[in-house]
T-cell receptor, first 112, second 111 residues
Framework: DADVTQTPRNRITKTGKRIMLECSQT?????MYWYRQDPGLGLRLIYYSFDVKDINKGEISDGYSVSRQAQAKFSLSLESAIPNQTALYFCATGKDFTDTQYFGPGTRLTVL | ELKVEQNPLFLSMQEGKNYTIYCNYSTTSDRLYWYRQDPGKSLESLFVLLSNGAVKQEGRLMASLDTKARLSTLHITAAVHDLSATYFCAVEPNTGNQFYFGTGTSLTVIP
């Protein structure tokens, strides 16, 4: 079984709808991250969390919110989706700065 | 504004040739990470470099870090088709907790 899973893997929605992307991990890591990937822009950090009570904004948090339900679960919400939020979204986990980040398979989101 | 710049952005090379991808960054950091992404796939970790002068090698890939120059290199030796992918570097500032990614280098190895 994969260590970092994301659901759904693909989602098409309409402008104005509320969307939740979910991430679960079995690696036992405290650190969890949400990124979006756009062609030509690399990955940009949306939010990150170092434990259940710790939530931090990344580079591009506007229009997004997160919830850390447990050490293993970190959800990303788009309260009112807009077309420029169409992107590939990755969840990642990490132990600490001495280690790499481990990425989930990604969620491809299309907002019409 | 923190910048992580990779060059080249696109690289087409023949099998058997050598080449180097460069990653420059604009912050104080001795934490540099390299990833590989195949089309339609997730990111896979290649190297973690955590000190000035660090060098890591795996197969035909070798990564190095010069923290004084704020530069990391990913050297490809005798390229093979299987190395075709997009390669990203990422930096975590010494004073921060976030990873900042470069825009990626798309590598195509031609037979």
């Amino acid at each position: 079984d994969a260590d970092v899973t994301q659901t759904p893997r693909n989602r098409i929605t309409k402008t104005g709808k509320r969307i939740m992307l979910e991430c679960s991990q079995t690696k036992g890591h405290d650190r969890m991250y949400w990124y979006r990937q756009d062609p030509g822009l690399g990955l940009r950090l949306i939010y990150y969390s170092f434990d259940v009570k710790d939530i931090n904004k990344g580079e591009i948090s506007d229009g997004y919110s997160v919830s850390r339900q447990a050490q293993a679960k970190f959800s990303l919400s788009l309260e009112s989706a807009i077309p420029n939020q169409t992107a590939l979204y990755f969840c990642a986990t990490g132990k600490d700065f001495t280690d790499t980040q481990y990425f989930g398979p990604g969620t491809r989101l299309t907002v019409l | 504004e923190l910048k992580v710049e990779q060059n080249p952005l696109f690289l087409s090379m023949q099998e058997g040739k050598n080449y180097t991808i460069y990653c420059n960054y604009s912050t104080t950091s001795d934490r540099l990470y390299w990833y590989r992404q195949d089309p339609g796939k997730s990111l896979e970790s290649l190297f973690v470099l955590l000190s000035n002068g660090a060098v890591k090698q795996e197969g035909r890939l070798m990564a190095s870090l010069d923290t004084k120059a704020r530069l990391s290199t990913l050297h490809i030796t005798a390229a093979v088709h299987d190395l075709s992918a997009t390669y990203f570097c990422a930096v975590e500032p010494n004073t921060g907790n976030q990873f900042y990614f470069g825009t990626g280098t798309s590598l195509t190895v031609i037979p």
